[in-house]
């Protein structure tokens, strides 16, 4: 183990003795990082209780921390997947998240969650109907797909298939993604489900394809460092196989609501507050995970 990896290692599970339930802090790295992001998840958008409003504010946070660019986790929007949406109230909400996600020029690289999808347009020829209308709201090259940046292999899963996982097609192309980099490029995957997951033993939400997933990230262990993702507005971190899973808290909290009577404060979901991530990363494939939570009133 370096040295780094080591003191990194030993700082955090120190800190996650004393802090809160739920927040991570990451310890100073001795060199610089040659990249810096923001991972937002779980927004949830709309247009009522003066949610634009508080989200552009949250927003201005993220910026502050000057990020490269940012990875949307996915629910981008509140929701187009329940059986009574209407066209109208999808349109409306996609509006909204244009206007919020514009108060930035930062490249945003999203995934596909759950609750952005529109299910129920009247037939599957409609321009409107599933993923490919939100690929296209979203502005990403496919529902799936994988960029780079400063040595850096990003990948995007949409687990939005039967069971949560990924379909045969993505499959394929996933593995052959990986057999493609050359040993040690170092990885970052983002999905809205968590792959591996702490809270899912009570929460549930976890991709059902973990097992083979698990093993391709076995063979390329000099590759994959990182698993973004979202989708349970609860914070955990899991680590298996040399692989770090950081499935970061919702940028909603509890919906933008105040919260039920066994959430630990006003707006946290469970004991998470409602947040963002900033993640290091080096280019040595090691990196940093730190979850800040905003205030309690946003």
Same mark, same amino acid.
């Given at each position: 183990?370096?040295?780094?990896?080591?003191?990194? $290692?030993?700082?955090?599970?120190?800190?996650?003795?004393?802090?809160?339930? +739920?927040? /991570?802090?990451?310890?100073?790295?001795?060199?610089?990082?040659?990249?810096?992001?923001?991972?937002?998840?779980?927004? @949830?958008?709309?247009?009522?209780?003066?949610?634009?409003?508080?989200?552009?504010?949250?927003?201005?946070?993220?910026?502050?921390?000057?990020?490269?660019?940012?990875?949307?986790?996915?629910?981008?929007?509140?929701?187009?997947?329940?059986?009574?949406? #209407?066209?109208?109230?999808?349109?409306?909400?996609?509006?909204?998240?244009?206007?919020?996600?514009?108060?930035?020029?930062?490249?945003?690289? %999203?995934?596909?969650?759950? @609750?952005?999808?529109?299910?129920?347009?009247?037939?599957? #020829?409609?321009?409107?109907?599933?993923?490919?209308?939100?690929?296209?709201?979203?502005?990403?090259?496919?529902?799936?797909? $994988?960029?780079?940046?400063? +040595?850096?292999?990003?990948? /995007?899963?949409?687990?939005?298939?039967?069971?949560?996982?990924?379909?045969?097609?993505?499959?394929?192309?996933?593995?052959?993604?990986?057999?493609?980099?050359?040993? +040690?490029?170092?990885?970052?995957?983002?999905?809205?489900?968590?792959?591996?997951?702490?809270?899912?033993?009570?929460?549930?939400?976890?991709?059902?394809?973990?097992?083979?997933?698990?093993?391709?990230?076995?063979?390329?262990?000099?590759? /994959?460092?990182?698993?973004?993702?979202?989708?349970?507005?609860?914070?955990?971190?899991?680590?298996?196989?040399?692989?770090?899973?950081?499935?970061?808290?919702?940028? %909603?909290?509890?919906?933008?609501?105040? +919260?039920?009577?066994? $959430?630990?404060?006003?707006?946290?979901?469970?004991? #998470?507050?409602?947040?963002?991530?900033?993640?290091?990363?080096?280019?040595?494939? $090691?990196?940093?995970?730190?979850?800040?939570?905003?205030?309690?009133?946003?």
């Amino acid at each position: 183990m370096k040295r780094r990896e080591f003191i990194k $290692s030993n700082s955090i599970a120190g800190a996650l003795a004393v802090l809160p339930a +739920g927040i /991570v802090l990451a310890d100073t790295a001795v060199s610089k990082p040659i990249l810096t992001l923001a991972h937002i998840t779980d927004v @949830h958008i709309r247009g009522n209780e003066n949610i634009p409003d508080r989200a552009s504010k949250c927003l201005s946070k993220v910026l502050k921390h000057q990020p490269d660019f940012i990875l949307n986790g996915g629910d981008s929007i509140h929701d187009a997947s329940y059986d009574n949406v #209407t066209r109208e109230q999808v349109i409306a909400q996609w509006e909204t998240w244009d206007k919020f996600i514009a108060a930035t020029n930062l490249n945003v690289y %999203s995934c596909i969650g759950n @609750h952005d999808p529109w299910w129920k347009a009247p037939d599957k #020829t409609d321009d409107m109907y599933g993923i490919r209308y939100v690929v296209k709201r979203l502005k990403i090259p496919n529902r799936y797909y $994988s960029f780079e940046k400063a +040595g850096w292999h990003f990948i /995007v899963l949409d687990g939005n298939n039967d069971g949560i996982k990924l379909d045969p097609e993505q499959m394929a192309w996933l593995k052959k993604d990986l057999d493609n980099l050359k040993y +040690g490029t170092p990885i970052l995957i983002m999905s809205h489900y968590p792959i591996l997951t702490v809270t899912g033993t009570w929460e549930g939400g976890q991709h059902s394809d973990h097992k083979e997933l698990k093993s391709i990230f076995f063979k390329h262990r000099d590759k /994959v460092k990182v698993c973004l993702s979202g989708h349970q507005h609860l914070l955990d971190r899991a680590w298996y196989n040399g692989v770090e899973y950081y499935c970061n808290g919702a940028m %909603s909290g509890f919906w933008w609501g105040k +919260g039920d009577e066994k $959430s630990a404060a006003g707006y946290y979901y469970q004991e #998470t507050p409602p947040g963002y991530a900033i993640l290091k990363l080096y280019p040595d494939g $090691s990196h940093e995970n730190k979850y800040i939570p905003f205030d309690h009133q946003i």
